[in-house]
């Protein structure tokens, strides 16, 4: 039975890895919203409605290094042009595995729909939910494939103190017994530190097509 692009990424955050044969998978886009490029070691699955020859053709016309080829600023320009979406980062997929019992940290769930942040997150997610804490946020919602994604926020003036970090594990304990996925910008090695100690484990990287 064929995998969809959900079955890749339960199977990621189990620790099992598609093959690593230099080869790309080619799935159905899970919804509309998403589409784009998943890539793991030595393989990597692309997701789109768009044809599959297509995809192919473009990938071999990139003229770079096969392995490197669908992250290649070559083939995304191309899929960018192609779909009409636009793409912003391309990003470090890490995984949490979910923690019994509730958060340690001190939380407040955040119920007004017209808060920022769950204006800003449903524009990636769905079934947001947002709780702050003492100079900070956590948000958790449905991403791509609808797996569980968590984004953290901290202030500038109460950074430095193990904050991220916090968050960051009390996601996995409000998981409700599922992985939680984090996307974080290779550069951001603040947020890349914060996750890491949280239990976070990078299993890829991702480009994120968003339709417009």
């Known amino acids: 039975m064929a995998q969809t692009l959900r079955d890749i990424l339960d ?3 189990r620790g099992v890895f598609p093959p690593a ?29 768009e044809d599959p020859a297509w995809v192919r053709r473009t990938l071999a016309e990139a003229d770079c290094d096969a392995l490197a080829a669908t992250m290649n600023a070559r083939f995304l320009d191309a899929f960018v042009a192609r779909t009409g979406r636009r793409t ?7 995984v949490g595995a979910p923690l019994p019992g509730g958060p340690q940290l001190a939380l407040e769930e955040i119920g007004d729909p017209g808060h920022p942040r769950v204006l800003s997150s449903r524009k990636r997610r769905d079934e947001v939910r947002v709780w702050a804490a003492e100079g900070g946020v956590l948000v958790l919602g449905r991403g791509i494939a609808g797996r569980l994604e968590v984004a953290v926020e901290v202030d500038e003036d109460v950074r430095h103190r193990g904050l991220g970090r916090a968050l960051a594990v009390a996601a996995r304990h409000l998981s ?37």
């Open 21 to 49: 044969d230099g080869g790309t998978t080619v799935v159905a886009q899970h919804s509309h919203r998403d589409a784009g490029v998943l890539s793991f070691t030595a393989h990597s699955v692309v997701f789109t409605d």
């Open 88 to 94: 912003d980062t391309i990003d470090v997929m890490a």
């Open 11 to 13: 199977a990621a955050a």
């Open 176 to 212: 409700g017994g599922e992985p939680v996925w984090a996307q974080i910008s290779p550069g951001n090695a603040r947020s890349m530190r914060a996750f890491q100690a949280a239990g976070y484990v990078p299993v890829g990287a991702e480009a994120l097509l968003i339709a417009r």
